[in-house]
């Protein structure tokens, strides 16, 4: 029973265009969200996070989304870089938290220069 | 030194075997994880330390045997594996709290002959 799920196994985007990553999640008891970037042979790497009680989290490029009520989020890029290319993981912890992160099974990015 | 670093990066073990993965941190973290993750599959949690005790184990078989002999090391005793535990294993810290991101080592890639 996947509680994180990332349908789009792959995606494919321009560069200097946006790429959107999306997430859904079945836990209401999640309440924290990650998004981490991995490239072959490399651990994960975290990129960006939000909390629930926020609905928009920006950090340069990265724009993280958050919709409690459909337990959506997505990672917008913009502008997309060849250097963007990775697999994205989408990743929730419940609240209290203890660092008890589910991961979704990926989303793999490749920005086309 | 915001690395974790895992050794070894590649190992091969027969069934009967006994061999252990290495993780190193410098960071001052006091949570540390490890994860296993299977091909096209997310990472999946075993074990959680935090101040150098389990605090977290997923039901993980007894063939897997975590240590954790000071606040920069965590170890995985292997024993008596099977083929389906080849896996990439990830270790990873973090700062003890809530609403914190983990910092991954590169893996291990295990394979179980």
């Known amino acids: 029973d996947q509680q994180v799920k990332q349908n789009s196994p792959s995606l494919s985007v321009q560069e200097g265009r946006i790429s959107i990553l999306n997430c859904d999640y079945t836990n209401s008891m999640f309440d924290y969200f990650l998004w981490y970037k991995k490239y072959p042979a490399e651990g994960p790497t975290f990129l960006i996070s939000i909390s629930s009680i926020k609905d928009k989290n920006e950090d340069g490029r990265f724009t993280v989304f958050l919709n409690k009520s459909a337990k959506h989020l997505s990672l917008h890029i913009v502008p997309s870089q060849p250097g963007d290319s990775a697999v994205y993981f989408c990743a929730a912890t419940p609240s209290g938290g203890y660092q008890k992160v589910t991961f979704g099974i990926g989303t793999k990015l490749q920005v086309i220069p | 030194d915001t690395e974790v670093t895992q050794t070894p990066k590649h190992l091969v073990m027969g069934m009967t075997n006994k061999k252990s993965l290495k993780c190193e941190q410098h960071m001052g973290h006091r949570a540390m994880y490890w994860y296993k993750q299977k091909a096209k599959k997310p990472p999946e949690l075993m074990f959680v330390?935090?101040?150098?005790?389990?605090?977290i184990n997923e039901s993980v078989p007894s063939r897997f045997s975590p240590e954790c002999p000071n606040s920069s090391l965590l170890n995985l005793h292997l024993h008596a594996l099977q083929p389906e535990d080849s896996a990439l294993y990830l270790c990873?810290?973090?700062?003890?709290?809530?609403?914190?991101?983990?910092?991954f080592g590169q893996g291990t890639r295990l394979t179980v002959v």
């Open positions: 990873a810290s973090s700062q003890e709290g809530l609403n914190t991101e983990a910092f």
């Open positions: 330390y935090s101040y150098e005790k389990l605090s």
